[in-house]
C-alpha cells in the first residue's frame, strides 16, 4: 500500500507564503502524474493543481493560478506546492495523491493524513 506523507502546514498571515511536501512511499512514483487537493471545513476537497510525470506540465484551479507552484523531484518521490500570497480563503487541509493520466482530478491512490494551512487576515 502506498503511503503520502504531506507535510509543510501552518498559520500564516495573509499575504505570507508556505511550501508543502508531499512523500510518496512508491518506487515507481515518477510514472504518475501527482495532484495536489485541499478540503475546507465543511466542504468537498477540490482539485488545486497538477503536475505530469516528467515535470513538463502543469494545470491549476483558477483560484491558485499565479500564486501557486507544483513542481516535483523524482529522485526523492517528492511533490511540493509553494504557495505565495496565501489568502484567508486558502485555509484548509491539503493533500496529494497520483492521479489519473486522462483526468487529473481523479485520485488514485489511498489518501494521506494532510497538512493543515491556515491563514489569518
Known amino acids: 500500500q502506498v503511503q503520502l506523507v504531506e507535510s509543510g502546514g501552518g498559520l500564516v498571515q495573509a499575504g505570507g507564503s508556505r511550501r508543502l511536501s508531499c512523500a510518496a512511499s512508491?518506487?515507481?512514483?515518477?510514472?504518475?502524474?501527482m495532484a495536489w487537493f485541499r478540503q475546507a471545513p465543511g466542504k468537498e476537497r477540490t482539485y488545486v493543481a497538477g503536475?505530469?510525470?516528467?515535470?513538463?506540465?502543469?494545470i491549476y484551479a483558477d483560484s491558485v493560478k499565479g500564486r501557486f507552484t507544483i513542481s516535483r523531484d523524482n529522485a526523492k518521490n517528492t511533490v511540493y506546492l509553494q504557495m505565495n500570497n496565501l489568502q484567508p480563503e486558502d485555509t484548509a487541509v491539503y493533500y496529494c495523491?497520483?492521479?489519473?493520466?486522462?483526468?487529473?482530478?481523479?485520485?488514485?491512490?489511498?489518501w494521506g493524513q494532510g497538512t493543515q494551512v491556515t491563514v489569518s487576515s
Open positions: 495523491n497520483a492521479v489519473n493520466p486522462i483526468n487529473w482530478s481523479r485520485p488514485v491512490w489511498d
Open positions: 512508491e518506487r515507481t512514483f515518477s510514472r504518475y502524474a
Open positions: 503536475i505530469s510525470w516528467s515535470g513538463d506540465n502543469t
